[in-house]
């Protein structure tokens, strides 16, 4: 396991992909209830589990695609599709912070640690998805690719 193979994006994207699910065991709502002990609830835990569930998940499989391309060296396709893995990660790291957003937005009362760095991890998941697309040449010039017909690193 070479760890010097990873593009900074790769290294992004995987770090914070890990640390998200670690992270979603923390408590991200919670009261103190004095004498009586506290209540708290994890990222897998109501209110709104649907959308941390999802960027946790979406975290995992960028996470794990990344392992296991680069480090363990699985061949994989080149494209999803007709999208290239630096765009899908890009697409799937923002979907990721936008639920994780969301569930912020539709409940801010008693929010703890866990909620914050599940925001800031999941937002590095779409940074990582960024600097992979920009990494693969696969980005339009409006988002900070290359100007003209550009095409992609050799590898």
Not at 65 to 85: A, F, M, N, Q
Not at 123 to 131: C, F, N
């Amino acid at each position: 396991m070479d760890l010097k193979k990873l593009t900074p994006g790769e290294m992004v994207t995987g770090i914070c992909g890990v640390l998200l699910l670690i992270v979603s065991f923390f408590p991200w709502y919670g009261i103190d209830l004095g004498p009586f002990g506290d209540f708290n609830r994890n990222g897998w835990q109501e209110p709104d589990a649907f959308f941390s569930i999802i960027a946790v998940v979406l975290g995992i499989v960028l996470a794990a695609h990344v392992i296991v391309e680069k480090l363990e060296k699985v061949d994989l396709p080149e494209r999803l599709g007709s999208v290239g893995w630096g765009m899908t990660h890009l697409v799937g790291g923002t979907v990721a912070f936008v639920f994780v957003l969301l569930k912020w937005i539709m409940n801010t009362d008693f929010t703890k640690f866990g909620l914050y760095a599940g925001l800031l991890l999941s937002l590095g998941l779409a940074i990582g998805g960024y600097l992979m697309a920009k990494e693969a040449g696969e980005l339009p010039s409006a988002l900070g690719g290359a100007k003209g017909g550009s095409t992609p690193p050799a590898a």
